[in-house]
């Protein structure tokens, strides 16, 4: 069974604090994903990497960074925490697909709050 | 970017079967649609996945019309542990900046 473990459940931070959030994964995944998931906005892909050392931006990484030196290990990086970037943050991971995409799959999710 | 629309909320009984639909005017040639459900505390788990007409699995059926525009997720026979938030991704192996998903649809099942 493939399981993506985030580092925090619940994480309490103050603005302008650099935070950390870690996400890995067990089953050699390739591609590895940060969404931000906020009520009436659905899921929303923050950045994403296709393979170690390599990152790319998603739909919203204003304020994002990401780092990805082992493949099990995708971290998104907050430089300097905002109140708007108080949300619920998703990692996934899934193979590099064939002609389909494969399946993501999801941790359980890190609820941030920025105070 | 081929963005998603689909209905906020539904509401069914037991039994029941269910249909959500999600439009994805821009899809493109290489995209293909799948569906996620999504509990409270959970992140989102795989459902579904199809590129065109109809697939099947031990718990969904997924109805793509000819012109791909939309896609229909079928629950047949709900029960109390469907209720869950159910989204459409329109997914691609080519350029994951395209990767759109819906809002999302919280589906509420009743006794």
């Known amino acids: 069974d493939v399981k993506v473990t985030q580092s925090s459940r619940y994480l309490v931070k103050r603005t302008g604090e650099k935070v950390f959030l870690e996400c890995v994964q067990d089953?050699?995944?390739?591609?590895m994903f940060w969404y931000r998931q906020d009520p009436g906005l659905g899921l929303r892909l923050i950045y994403f990497s296709y393979d170690v050392k390599m990152k790319e931006k998603g739909d919203i990484p204003e304020g994002y960074s990401v780092s990805r030196e082992k493949k099990e290990r995708f971290s998104l990086i907050l430089e300097s925490a905002s109140t708007n970037q108080t949300s619920m943050y998703l990692c996934?991971?899934?193979?590099?697909?064939?002609?389909?995409?494969?399946?993501?799959?999801f941790g359980p999710g890190t609820r941030l709050t920025v105070l | 970017l081929a963005k998603t629309t689909q209905p906020i909320s539904m509401d069914s009984y037991e039994g029941q079967e269910v249909n959500i639909t999600c439009s994805h005017n821009n899809i493109a040639t290489n995209d293909y649609i799948t569906w996620y459900q999504q509990f409270p505390s959970q992140g989102p788990r795989f459902i579904i996945q199809?590129?065109?007409t109809k697939v099947t699995n031990e718990v969904a059926s997924l109805f793509i019309p000819a012109d791909r525009k939309s896609s229909t997720l079928s629950l047949p026979r709900v029960s109390l542990s469907d209720t869950a938030v159910y989204y459409c991704?329109?997914?691609?192996?080519?350029?994951?900046?395209?990767?759109?998903f819906g809002t999302g649809t919280r589906l509420l099942v009743s006794p």
């Open positions: 089953m050699d995944h390739e591609n």
């Open positions: 991704l329109v997914d691609t192996n080519t350029g994951f900046q395209k990767l759109v």
């Open positions: 996934a991971s899934r193979e590099a697909g064939g002609a389909a995409p494969d399946t993501q799959y």
């Open positions: 199809g590129y065109k």
